[in-house]
């Protein structure tokens, strides 16, 4: 009923920028939230950024003014602007949308995207 699709991942050298989108589409009532998680090598997935149906941000403490989360609301999309970018930052890179769905208005279910990779070369 409800899809995902990420892109912008790529390759960057350390310092540069990337922009990720995560689109949503499908029978959507309302988003509530959105967030970026990341999942690196051996390493759990880990939140990144994420805001609010109100847009309240929130940010992890080894991305705070790095990264900017924002959303597109008319577009049902999300973005992450990755700046100042580091070797460290190097993931596969998850969107998550807590959506309620036409058929079910008043509950809000997560919904992840299919990741994309993100490296950065030093």
């Known amino acids: 009923q409800v899809h995902l699709v990420e892109s912008g991942g790529g390759l960057v050298q350390a310092g540069g920028s990337l922009r990720l989108s995560c689109a949503a589409s499908?029978?959507?009532?309302?988003?509530?939230?959105m967030g970026w998680y990341r999942q690196a090598p051996g390493k759990q997935r880990e939140l990144v950024a994420d805001i609010t149906s109100g847009g309240s941000t929130n940010y992890s403490d080894s991305v705070k003014g790095r990264f900017t989360i924002s959303r597109d609301k008319a577009k049902n999309t999300g973005y992450l602007q990755m700046n100042s970018l580091k070797p460290e930052d190097t993931a596969v890179y998850y969107c998550?949308?807590?959506?309620?769905?036409?058929?079910?208005?008043?509950?809000?279910?997560?919904?992840w995207g299919q990741g994309t990779q993100v490296t950065v070369s030093s």
């Open positions: 499908g029978s959507i009532f309302s988003i509530e939230a």
């Open positions: 998550k949308f807590t959506i309620a769905t036409m058929t079910r208005p008043l509950l809000g279910y997560d919904y």
